[in-house]
């Protein structure tokens, strides 16, 4: 399973589990998919931060999983909060002591560094191409040249179109600097 970050021509941001890439951009195609905000059809994937897998993520990921009933035709999503009454209200907690902020702020810093260490891991891994890693990608992808590990920089419309072709690729966002 996997989750994306998608929006309506209204600029409405929502998230849907699919059960592989190929599915959310077949659905989304097909119109499958429903913003549950104004009920669109007309949606497309955002941009979306990594998720940084641990076990406890993928423990969570295969307890769902094994209890996700199969997806229907349409997939609307739905909101996190369950409405209380028959009007749209929602409820919000606030922890005087700030221990959620100051615990969201440590989740927070760690997923920055997590991050940043995967980036140099690519860097240091993997080939750069530069400007030309759209193209590459594709050579890739259609056996036209070996196989291996790449990164290099692509435009939003490119990166689009990569993902419209089926090309599975992770936004790293810029690459890292020397000496930061």
């Known amino acids: 399973m996997i989750v994306y970050q998608l929006r309506c021509h209204h600029d409405h941001e929502f998230e849907v589990w699919f059960p592989d ?31 940084i897998s641990t ?6 990921e295969q307890a769902l999983i094994q209890s996700e009933p199969p997806l229907k035709k349409t997939i609307t999503a739905q ?10 209200t929602q409820q919000v907690v606030v922890n005087d002591t700030g221990a959620d902020e100051k615990r969201a702020t440590e989740v927070a810093l760690k997923v920055l560094e997590a991050v940043s260490d995967f980036k140099r891991h690519v860097e240091k891994t993997c080939e750069n191409v530069g400007t030309n890693f759209p193209e590459v990608a594709r050579q890739i992808h259609y056996g036209e040249t070996e196989e291996r590990a790449i990164f290099g920089e692509a435009s939003l419309e490119e990166v689009k179109a990569l993902d419209e072709d089926g090309i599975d690729i992770i936004p790293l966002g810029p690459a890292s600097r020397q000496g930061h």
Request: charged share 25%; hydrophobic share 30%; with cysteine.
């Open 55 to 60: 076990k406890n993520s993928r423990v969570a």
């Open 21 to 51: 890439s190929m599915a959310c951009t077949r659905q989304i195609k097909a119109k499958e998919v429903a913003c549950p905000i104004c009920d669109s059809k007309s949606v497309e994937k955002a941009i979306m931060s990594p998720n």
């Open 79 to 88: 909101p996190a909060v369950p409405e209380t009454s028959s009007e749209n």
